[in-house]
């Protein structure tokens, strides 16, 4: 196998795919990328029995050929290459080489023939535009657990119904929902998928360039659960999590008994502020007034910050509080020029959404950040 290659390109294909590789993998073999070359196109592959990711690109070949080598260091070697240089990679043996202008590396093979074959893309779902999907899942992603030992939380929930796509993720102390349009393989279809957040973030990041991105779903009794993504000359899949997503609808309350607007800039900057005495687990105090938002904090070594700035309000005088760093993620996702939070009581939890303009029929309605409240001593 003998192929020359842009080194942007070649770098990119081989970094997207190796970040998905298991840090420890159970048989060495997964550590590898497998090169494929076939008609003057190069397929990038990785595959540790969860995540399978593929790449392709066009290449200049003098012959074809398939080779196994080290994911992570192809990607540290690529990636330190000489910047406009193309990169000729070519295979001996057991031994590829990789060159470019005067650097030189020469990489140990693995044995092609124990690589497992990658699983086949299920069932085309529906397509959705490319950077509508990024946006969604880096607004939702946000509040996916980080806890392995809770994996239902960890992922992101897709409901398809009809042309509306839900998505959802909670960590118990925050919930994103967002709504979008796609177009379904099936104008009635109506199908439920529990997604790893991570993959679907890393997946839906590096599509996020192309025109749209196909999503494919493995039919019920196929087998294992299995959702595939396939956009900007990338494929992926990554099997479904088990196990029984919160009702999570029930929390969203249908009524407020209070409300608040801010400008989104000018809260994340006062609660940036106000938090930076705020130790571990010490939540920032919102004080609601009339025309007003007073933010507090304190630390146990006697610290103490606040500032106010202006708020339009509408409701009772009311004190919550959050954790700031939950508060900020919320902020950062809504996308908006305007905060609006919404209140039942200081111990239920509050809705933050957002609108850009003055109409109201500019508010965003179609994501929604549910964040609980730090309970106040005294």
């Known amino acids: 196998m003998k192929f020359r290659v842009e080194r942007e390109a070649l770098a990119d294909a081989v970094a997207w795919t190796a970040k998905s590789l298991p840090a420890r993998p159970p048989v060495p073999v997964l550590a590898g990328v497998l090169l494929e070359v076939d008609n003057h196109r190069l397929t990038v592959s990785g595959f540790d029995y969860e995540v399978s990711g593929q790449v392709g690109i066009d290449v200049d070949a003098e012959t074809a050929g398939r080779v196994l080598v080290s994911g992570r260091l192809l990607a540290e070697i690529t990636r330190s290459l000489p910047a406009q240089k193309p990169v000729q990679v070519s295979v001996e043996g057991a031994r ?32 959705i535009s490319a950077d509508v999907f990024a946006a969604a899942v880096a607004q939702v992603a946000v509040a996916a657990g980080r806890d392995d030992t809770l994996p239902v939380l960890t992922g992101v929930r897709l409901e398809m119904d009809g042309e509306r796509l839900t998505l959802a993720a909670t960590d118990r102390y925050r919930l994103a929902v967002r709504e979008v349009t796609w177009r379904p393989g099936t104008a009635d279809a109506t199908i439920q998928a529990l997604v790893p957040a991570r993959t679907l973030s890393d997946t839906a990041k590096a599509m996020a360039s192309g025109d749209e991105v196909v999503l494919a779903l493995s039919q019920p009794g196929a087998g294992e659960g299995i959702i595939g993504f396939s956009g900007s000359g990338r494929r ?5 999590l088990d196990g029984e997503f919160p009702k999570y609808r029930s929390l969203l309350p249908d009524s407020h008994a209070a409300q608040a607007e801010v400008t989104t800039g000018a809260l994340v900057e006062v609660v940036k502020r106000v938090s930076l005495v705020a130790e571990r687990n010490t939540p ?14 304190g630390g146990s070594d006697d610290a103490r910050a606040s500032e106010s700035m202006e708020a339009k309000y509408t409701g009772e005088d009311m004190t919550i509080a959050f954790n700031p760093q939950f508060l900020l993620d919320g902020l950062g996702a809504i996308d908006a020029d305007t905060a609006v939070l919404s209140f039942t009581s200081p111990q239920k939890p509050a809705v933050l959404t957002g609108y850009s303009g003055d109409e109201a029929t500019d508010k965003v309605s179609d994501y929604r950040y549910l964040l609980m409240p730090v309970r106040l001593s005294g």
């Open 96 to 127: 590829a080489e990789i060159t470019c202008g005067t650097a030189r590396f020469t990489l140990p093979t693995m044995p092609v023939e124990d690589y497992p074959t990658l699983p086949a893309m299920p069932t085309v779902a529906g397509t």
């Open 236 to 240: 992926t899949t990554t099997r479904l």
């Open 284 to 297: 920032v105090r919102l004080r609601f007034a009339d025309g007003e938002l007073t933010l507090e904090a």
